[in-house]
């Protein structure tokens, strides 16, 4: 599905109209590009914490322009603000101001990021309400970001380092193309496992990878992106969609295994089928999904269940399977699609957002028991996205729900998948039991 508007905005004639009537005008977003560099224009690493210098020395490592102080007037690719020992809402002042001194020399497609930690962890309640407070101005710097630009935080648990592998990998996101539909979000490095990337062009390379749903929509863009990134895709989806899942399994030299998620023995099938080709199964991406939209006072027994049935219950047996199973044992990692429907709730949807509301519970539940396994299981959040499942959306209604985002345009398949693939990665170990929206800062509900 094309933005026909965003395009219209982005031609000479269109974007001075647009101004003119105070008319959204969506950027076009930096999108990631294999080959192209992590960030162009310096990073500026703001705070006087150990955590940000090694922080900053660990960027100069990767061969980034990394500087302590901004010089006034140059153009920056990033701003990184280090709140890691903030202990007063007094505290959070000066660096902050001089992140702001900075603000207008952030070039297009600039990133912000704020590294701090958990007000759930805090020692006293000053300390909590500074921690807190980073939330609150990162969100509200996010919606004041310009041409593309994102502003995203991380939250480091106490036994985490600026420089730990999931900390580094979360930067490495945040500051990349991949990253591009991914603002005003918070995400938590809850401890410090994982491993630095091999090869930062293919993370996921050796590993074998299965996606449901991934005949079309935004599974065939993650079958294409996770194959990109170096992993062997086995792709599943119901037997009507046979033909279209030959054709995105020959594109991404993978196998297609014909299959109704909904099945009882589905996690046996799905199993042997991985087993026998390839040993093991090292990464399980949840992403087939119906919706069956009525009002609640509408709604009949086979909507609300076939919904159900889909988008949660079969995800649970099939997990139940996969950690029971030995071949599921290499760093495992599960990544499940919700939707900001299931955190925000929309009308019409209370079957669908209950299902995906019950990814979300899943999620965290099932954290621990595959930790005990050496591996993560994590969400994405997907909100406005440009699909087959949303062109059926009504003109008036889908251009409300395109635009309604702090960059003001609908989100590409493409970008839930770079960060489905960002968080099965190797590196993104110690990210475990997170929701990550992928949503463009959806300004509707929670
Ligand atoms: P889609 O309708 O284009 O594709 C879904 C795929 O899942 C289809 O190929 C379908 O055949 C398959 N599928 C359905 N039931 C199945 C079953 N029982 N067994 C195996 N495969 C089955 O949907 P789209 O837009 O690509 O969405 C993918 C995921 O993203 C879904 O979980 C959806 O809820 C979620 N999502 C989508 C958003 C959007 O804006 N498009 C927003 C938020 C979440």
């Known amino acids: 599905m094309t933005d026909t508007y965003a395009h219209l905005v982005n031609q000479g004639l269109g974007r001075n109209v647009a101004k003119r009537l105070g008319l959204p005008q969506p950027a076009v977003l930096r ?66 101001l001089a992140a702001a001194a900075s603000l207008r020399d952030l070039g297009p497609g600039g990133r912000i990021i704020t590294v701090s930690r958990p007000a759930s962890d805090a020692a006293t309640p000053a300390q909590a309400a500074a921690r807190q407070g980073v939330d609150g101005l990162l969100r509200s710097l996010a919606k004041e970001l310009r041409a593309g630009a994102t502003g995203n935080g991380l939250l480091l648990a106490p036994n985490v380092e600026t420089t730990s592998p999931g900390a580094l990998a979360a930067v490495r996101f945040f500051l ?48 294409r992106t996770l194959h990109r990134d170096g992993a062997t895709m086995v792709l599943v989806d119901i037997p009507a969609a046979g033909d279209h899942l030959a054709e995105v399994a020959n594109e991404v030299k993978g196998t297609a295994l014909q299959l109704d998620i909904t099945r009882d023995d589905a996690g046996q099938r799905i199993l042997e089928h991985a087993v026998q080709r390839h040993g093991r199964l090292d990464i399980m991406v949840h992403n087939a999904g119906i919706t069956r939209d009525k009002l609640l006072a509408n709604m009949d027994e086979s909507r609300w269940n076939s919904v159900i049935q889909v988008n949660i219950a079969a995800q649970l047996r099939i997990n139940e399977a996969l950690l029971a199973s030995e071949h599921f044992r290499s760093s495992p990692r599960i990544v499940s699609v919700a939707s900001t429907s299931g955190i925000a709730g929309n009308r019409g949807q209370t079957n669908y957002a209950a299902s995906k509301g019950g990814v979300v519970g899943m999620v965290r539940a099932t954290a621990p028991l595959i930790a005990a396994h050496g591996g993560s299981i994590n969400a994405v959040a997907p909100g406005f996205i440009e699909t087959e499942m949303t062109a059926r959306i009504p003109f008036a209604l889908r251009e409300v729900g395109r635009r309604l985002n702090s960059l003001q345009q609908g989100g590409q398949p493409a970008d839930v998948a770079e960060t489905i693939a960002f968080l099965a990665s190797d590196a993104a170990g110690g990210i475990n039991g997170e929701v990550l929206r992928v949503c463009g800062q959806n300004l509707v509900g929670a």
């Open 176 to 223: 990349s193309g991949r990253s591009a539909f991914v603002d005003g979000q918070f995400l938590t490095v809850s401890t410090a496992a994982g491993e630095p990337p091999r090869n930062v062009e293919k993370p996921l390379e050796g590993r074998i990878a299965v996606v449901t749903g991934a005949a079309r929509g935004i599974g065939a863009a993650i079958a």
């Open 31 to 96: 999108r990631y590009r294999p080959g192209q560099p992590l960030i162009t224009g310096p990073i500026v690493v703001q705070g006087n914490t150990p955590g940000a210098d090694n922080l900053a020395a660990e960027l100069l490592s990767w061969d980034l322009d990394v500087r302590r102080h901004a010089v006034p007037k140059e153009k920056l690719g990033a701003i990184i603000v280090v709140l890691d020992d903030v202990a007063r809402p007094e505290d959070l002042g000066k660096p902050v």
